[in-house]
């Protein structure tokens, strides 16, 4: 059963949503409080976001952009904004999709469906943002390039990924690589990140992961 993210502040429109997919056989979450809604929604690991871009405290546009950094998707947008430059920003920030309110049911739910079987495939995909990493094999794409990472090498850059753009503390990955804090060396970790920059050296990424002093690693933005 498919999980959709309904991202909408309207009450009335927020349930009217909810019961079309109950009914159409969804798994429904919603977002009621706006005040760590990327956070939220990236632990909730839905299957599908329909979003609204306007939104308090936050606008959907900033929300799809955090969502598409951290590998989150596929998002449809759903808003009354019905101008062309914000369904073109909407697409070039990461979205999937667009519709305007009100939107037909059957419309809607055909969207939906659509873009869930689109991505069905991509789900061990993270987007690195001029990268791919197959979380299964641990390939990492670059344009037509591809390389095999070592197991623990695609573990540090899946955690990176994971939390970008946020500091991945080194005790995470001590618990990542070797899954406790106990008798590690520090030095193990940096013979570890030290060949993984190596790799991503032959791509030309090396300098997305970024050393934070006395705290851990973060991946940097890529160049859009």
Not at 46 to 61: A, I, M, S, Y
Not at 64 to 82: H, M, P, Y
Not at 157 to 184: D, M, N, R
Not at 201 to 223: P, S
């Amino acid at each position: 059963m498919a999980k959709i993210m309904i991202v909408e502040d309207d009450f009335f429109i927020r349930e009217e949503l909810t019961n079309i997919f109950l009914k159409a056989g969804y798994k429904v979450m919603c977002i009621t409080s706006f005040k760590n809604t990327v956070q939220e929604i990236i632990h909730a690991s839905p299957d599908l976001v329909l979003l609204d871009l306007n939104l308090p405290g936050v606008t959907g546009f900033d929300i799809c952009r955090s969502l598409k950094a951290n590998g989150v998707g596929a998002i449809l947008v759903l808003t009354s904004r019905d101008q062309l430059k914000d369904e073109l920003h909407a697409l070039e920030l990461g979205a999937d999709d667009f519709l305007t309110k009100p939107c037909n049911r059957d419309r809607l739910l055909a969207r939906v469906q659509n873009l869930l079987r689109r991505f069905e495939t991509r789900k061990h995909i993270l987007d690195g943002n001029g990268f791919l990493l197959d979380q299964n094999t641990y390939a990492l794409y670059v344009n037509d390039i591809s390389i095999i990472l070592s197991e623990n090498e695609g573990k540090i850059l899946e955690a990176l990924l994971k939390h970008s753009p946020e500091v991945v503390s080194k005790e995470e990955l001590f618990q990542t690589l070797w899954g406790t804090l106990e008798y590690i060396d520090e030095n193990a970790l940096q013979v570890n990140l030290a060949r993984l920059r190596k790799t991503l050296r032959q791509v030309n990424l090396d300098w997305r992961i970024e050393t934070v002093r006395g705290i851990g690693y973060r991946l940097k933005e890529g160049e859009v």
